[in-house]
């Protein structure tokens, strides 16, 4: 009797476990994929070279093209090349950074092939989390979620440019403005991993954000949430929006890039609401 039992224990987890094991091998994929990424980012430098037609009279030459060339390079790698776009881009006149600690420097390049490793990587990571929860979805889901990846992709791409173009100048400016009415007793200095690590949060944590439109459009389209309860419960989405805006921002503004952001959210929850409510007519003219 006792084996019985066991038996069909067994059988009754077999399935979890086989679930298990599938969530075990796309998780082991997409790090697979992030690691590779990572170390290209991290220990890859990009050289261009360019290539020259020789003309036979007076000794001149064309340009026929630039090619990008990819080498081994751990000093001059395309997180290093990229560190320096941050530093020549982003950081204002008059500040200048410092060295605190010893390694900060490499913290910095890894910093930012973190950042391009998950960039780079979201059609797999995608791709991976699509092909485990696809089983269990009606079809409806499945059309709807192949249609968000693209749209995923460039709200993200959108938050980072977002916060590179406007929240990180913006900030840095207000830093130094600060420094300055402290008189000339005080050097307006940044460390260069706080500098670097503030950059890649901010980027990260506001191409997230942007993601707000789609996951209301996505819980509407799938019949979670109707459009009408977004609208009804503006107040919740804009305090909600300021919360997110308090917990990924720097805080060295005194309030004016936490308000910024609070906005910009604010704003995506309106459009969100009002592309559910056209996803949500869709749905009721389809049936």
């Known amino acids: ?87 020549y881009n982003e950081l204002p006149k008059g500040v200048k950074l410092i060295i605190i600690n010893l390694f900060d420097p490499l913290f910095a390049s890894f910093y930012i092939s973190l950042y391009l490793a998950i960039f780079t990587s979201i059609p797999i990571i995608v791709r991976e989390i699509w092909a485990f929860v696809a089983p269990g979805l009606y079809e409806h889901e499945k059309r709807f979620l192949k249609r968000t990846i693209i749209p995923a992709f460039v709200l993200f791409g959108l938050g980072s440019a977002f916060a590179y173009f406007l929240l990180i100048p913006f900030m840095l400016r207000i830093i130094l403005l600060y420094a300055s009415a402290l008189g000339s007793a005080v050097e307006p200095t940044l460390g260069l991993r706080s500098f670097v690590s503030t950059v890649m949060t901010l980027l990260i944590a506001t191409g997230l954000a942007f993601e707000l439109p789609l996951i209301m459009t996505g819980l509407t389209a799938i019949g979670v949430v109707k459009s009408k309860t977004w609208l009804q419960n503006w107040r919740w989405g804009v305090l909600v929006s300021f919360i997110i805006a308090w917990i990924i921002s720097p805080g060295t503004t005194g309030g004016i890039i936490e308000t910024v952001i609070g906005i910009t959210l604010s704003t995506l929850f309106f459009i969100g609401a009002l592309v559910s409510k056209t996803v949500e007519r869709g749905r009721s003219k389809n049936r």
């Open 1 to 87: 009797m006792t084996e019985r039992i066991r038996e069909v224990e067994k059988f009754e987890e077999r399935p979890l476990i086989e679930h298990l094991r599938e969530l075990a091998y796309r998780l082991r994929r997409i790090l697979v994929s992030l690691l590779v990424t990572f170390l290209i980012y991290f220990m890859i430098g990009i050289e261009l070279v360019t290539i020259y037609l020789p003309f036979p009279f007076f000794g001149l030459k064309y340009v026929i093209s630039t090619i990008p060339i990819p080498y081994p390079s751990l000093f001059n790698s395309i997180s290093v090349q990229l560190t320096q776009l941050f530093i």
